[in-house]
Nanobody
Framework: QVQLVESGGGLVQPGGSLRLSCAVSGLTFSIYDMAWYRQAPGKQRELVAG???????NYADHVKGRFTISRDNAKNTMYLQMSSLKPEDAAVYYC??????????????WGQGTQVTVSS
């Protein structure tokens, strides 16, 4: 059974920092491309940052320079270090794992989300 479990969300003041974690089980973590998405109330889910199985990273423009995505294959865990948080960063943050086999079969999994609130 595949499980993606996010943790580390909470309430933080503007300008503060949080580190999100996504613990993964039930799949071969090292071959999966991973990503963080977020969804604010009334808005569509959006990509925040991604990291490939080869550790290549990409970021949404509005988080570049403030957020850092990383992974630890030995721990089957992905992280999102968030700094200089703004009220507009408040959202539910979701962990995503995806892999496309050579056959073309695609595997895509989501976590349950962790709430990040940025408020004074």
């Amino acid at each position: 059974q595949v499980q993606l479990v996010e943790s580390g969300g909470g309430l933080v003041q503007p300008g503060g920092s949080l580190r999100l974690s996504c613990a993964v089980s039930g799949l071969t973590f090292s071959i999966y491309d991973m990503a963080w998405y977020r969804q604010a109330p009334g808005k569509q889910r959006e990509l925040v940052a991604g990291i490939t199985s080869d550790d290549l990273t990409n970021y949404a423009d509005h988080v570049k320079g403030r957020f850092t995505i990383s992974r630890d294959n030995a721990k089957n865990t992905m992280y999102l270090q968030m700094s200089s948080l703004k009220p507009e960063d408040a959202a539910v943050y979701y962990c995503n794992a995806h892999y496309t086999a050579a056959s073309g079969l695609a595997y895509n999994y989501w976590g349950q989300g962790t709430q990040v609130t940025v408020s004074s």
